[in-house]
């Protein structure tokens, strides 16, 4: 086999001109040496250091050599910051994120923790999550869940039980519990303004499809001066025609 000897390349070409070698490298140097380029200012981000969170390191021993698979190392982790108990420190942030990691994961227990924690505050936190949580529950089996939202099972009309029960269900859309609701603030057992109270939870039972829930609320604007807006007086009459 015959191998031609080496040649060095002396230049090439750049475009429609022929450049050397020589001139290409002093070019490049000069490029990389000179004032401009040296005093351009280069921006460097450097990724945002984070902390670990304060949770961390107390899940971190807590868990060590548990089934991080299995549902009740979250319930057990948000219970114990719910109650500041077992050297976790109490807090509700850290208490609802990882109750809220046992739910996803199934646990029924966390479930109903959660939803009672909701309950404890519903001035904060509405009744909307709370009756989720318990019709999950519902759903799949849990007794006691079942037991919060049988409206059957309530007793005394005026306790707090009752109450909760009939807004739980109609956060849930029940017509019923809406009409009982109503009913409720209407005879005095519920809070202040409750004419008012009755006709809001009147018109929301109207609304679900109840035409006799219109009449009512029309008979509380005429009879117990309850103020309502235009729009839903038209909206009334019309269930009324």
Do not use: C
Not at 233 to 239: A, D, I, M
């Amino acid at each position: 086999m015959y191998l031609q000897p080496r040649t060095r390349l002396k230049s090439y070409r750049w475009g429609d001109s022929s450049i050397s070698l020589e001139d290409h490298h002093r070019a490049m140097s000069r490029a990389f040496t000179s004032e401009e380029y040296e005093s351009k200012e280069v921006i460097i981000e450097m990724p945002e250091k984070r902390e670990p969170s304060p949770d961390s390191e107390l899940v971190f021993r807590y868990s060590k050599g548990k089934d991080l698979n299995d549902p009740a190392l979250p319930y057990e982790i948000g219970i114990r910051f719910m109650k500041g108990s077992d050297g976790f420190f109490q807090s509700d942030e850290f208490a609802v994120k990882w109750l809220e990691k046992a739910v996803e994961m199934g646990s029924a227990d966390a479930t109903l923790a959660l939803a009672d924690f909701y309950l404890k505050d519903t001035k904060t936190h509405g009744y909307r999550k709370a009756a989720l949580l318990l019709r999950k529950a519902a759903d799949g089996g849990n007794p006691e869940a079942i037991g919060m939202l049988d409206m059957d099972s309530v007793g005394e009309p005026t306790s707090r039980r009752t109450f909760n029960t009939y807004r739980l269900n109609a956060e849930l859309g029940s017509v019923e519990a809406m009409n009982r609701l109503a009913e409720g603030f209407e005879k005095g057992h519920y809070g202040k303004d409750r004419f008012k109270a009755a006709a809001v939870w009147y018109i929301r039972a109207f609304r679900r499809g109840d035409r006799e829930a219109a009449k009512k609320a029309l008979a509380l604007h005429y009879k117990k001066k309850v103020e309502l807006t235009e729009e839903e007086l038209r909206f009334l009459r019309s269930g009324d025609e």
